[in-house]
């Protein structure tokens, strides 16, 4: 793809700000006039449902399965636009996802079929500057398709030494992908997200920073009671105008570091 980025937000532990970090950084940088998709790849839902969208007929898995049983499909079909957050998406779909899942073992190439899918709609997916995938948590087979499919990782990693401590073999999986399937992806940075100044906080956010150094962004993201209840809006942190609402003012912050590194 010639200028569109695609990112792969990624931390096989769930609950580290994924979703949130994908959601709030795409419509930050729709804000800032670029164009974003969205792809929702977790089996959860949680992206398209933050979008009001449940169980989608038209979903990633769909579009996958095009391109493994060689069917011509139309990419655009699949892309839903989000009038509130003004941000395109693909949706995911519970049963579809899993069964692809299994489905997958059999497939020869399997972990190029994401990569595959958006080759075949190159045209549409060039529309975007930016192309965000929402991964799931896991280090399967499905997180080898969107690091297969990426230019760029994106790690949110939370302030707590559990999340910490995952990060080496999310990293290492990279380096494989990197040395077997896909040599021009690299690591973009890694967020530390929902921090709160307690020393526990604090201590895992210096060994995030004197661990991994220059990969860090400069930006961190706050635990903040909004973010939490921003599902039930249908409306992202970024887009709230509220004074005291700094993770909206980090992500925003996140999504200038975003573009100086890709
Ligand atoms: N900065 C934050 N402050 C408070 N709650 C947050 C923050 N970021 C995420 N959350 C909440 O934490 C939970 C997990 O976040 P989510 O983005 O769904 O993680 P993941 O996609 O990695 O599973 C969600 O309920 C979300 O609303
Ligand atoms: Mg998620």
Not at 231 to 247: G, I, T, Y
Request: charged share 25%.
């Amino acid at each position: 793809m010639k200028n569109t980025k695609i990112i792969a937000v990624a931390n096989q532990k769930g609950g580290v700000a994924k979703t949130t970090t994908a959601i709030n950084t795409g419509v930050a940088l729709a804000i800032r006039g670029r164009k974003v998709l969205l792809i929702d790849f977790d089996p959860q839902e949680s992206l398209s449902q933050f979008f009001g969208c449940y169980a989608a007929e038209k979903n990633i898995a769909g579009l996958m399965y095009n391109v493994i049983n060689k069917r011509d499909c139309n990419i655009s079909e699949y892309i839903v636009h989000n009038e509130v957050n003004k941000i395109d998406f693909i949706p995911s779909e519970l049963n579809a996802m899993n069964k692809l899942e299994k489905d997958l073992i059999s497939v020869r190439s399997k972990e190029t079929v994401l990569k595959r899918a958006f080759a075949k709609g190159k045209e549409i997916i060039e529309k975007y500057d930016y192309v965000i995938i929402d991964c799931l948590a896991s280090l399967n087979v499905m997180l080898d398709n969107a690091l297969t499919a990426a230019d760029h990782v994106l790690i949110p990693c939370q302030a707590s030494p559990m999340s910490f401590g995952a990060l080496p073999n999310l990293i290492l999986q990279v380096k494989e992908i990197q040395e077997e399937l896909n040599d021009s992806l690299s690591i973009l940075g890694i967020v530390t997200t929902m921090y709160s100044r307690t020393n526990i906080c604090k201590n895992t956010k210096e060994m995030i920073d004197n661990t991994y150094g220059e990969l860090v962004f400069k930006t961190y993201i706050e635990q903040m009671s909004a973010v939490a209840e921003s599902p039930m809006k249908e409306k992202a942190v970024v887009l709230s105008s509220a004074q005291r609402n700094r993770v909206s003012a980090q992500y925003k912050e996140l999504a200038t570091e975003i573009e100086e590194r890709a």
